[in-house]
């Protein structure tokens, strides 16, 4: 149950260290697609054309926030960048096994636009 009228609620009891401010952003990021991942649905399970906007419009919203969270968490912590990377790479690499697409631009070079190139 929600307890917004309580103003201690969600207080915590001292400052963050660095591992558990990284565990926070990790579940900040989990929340906000978890959040996508319920607007979306209620979106498609309505005909009311404005809901269904707001709610799509909501969704994005949210897509923004996963990705703020995220470059923080890249800024914090660079090592999580190289893991992203190197997901990216191995999705790319197998794409191009599969014979799906033609080899994307290295992650981080001028012309990437992906997840590989947040800084």
């Known amino acids: 149950m929600p307890e917004f009228v309580n103003p ?20 900040d990021i989990a929340a906000e ?8 649905a209620h979106a498609q399970a309505t005909d ?8 799509v419009d909501v969704a994005e ?4 926030h996963a990705g703020e ?16 990377k190197q997901g ?7 794409k191009a096994r599969l014979g799906l697409a033609p080899e994307p631009p290295a992650p981080g070079s001028a012309s990437d636009s992906t997840i590989g190139n947040l800084r």
């Open 48 to 55: 009311d054309p404005l809901a269904k906007a707001v709610l």
């Open 8 to 27: 201690f609620s969600g207080a915590v009891p001292k400052m963050m260290d660095r591992e558990e401010l990284l565990r926070a952003l990790r579940l």
């Open 69 to 84: 969270f995220q470059t923080v968490l890249a800024e914090l912590y660079p090592e999580e960048l190289e893991f992203l």
């Open 88 to 94: 990216y790479q191995e999705v790319m690499d197998m």
């Open 33 to 40: 697609l978890e959040a996508i991942h319920l607007y979306m």
């Open 61 to 64: 919203e949210e897509i923004v």
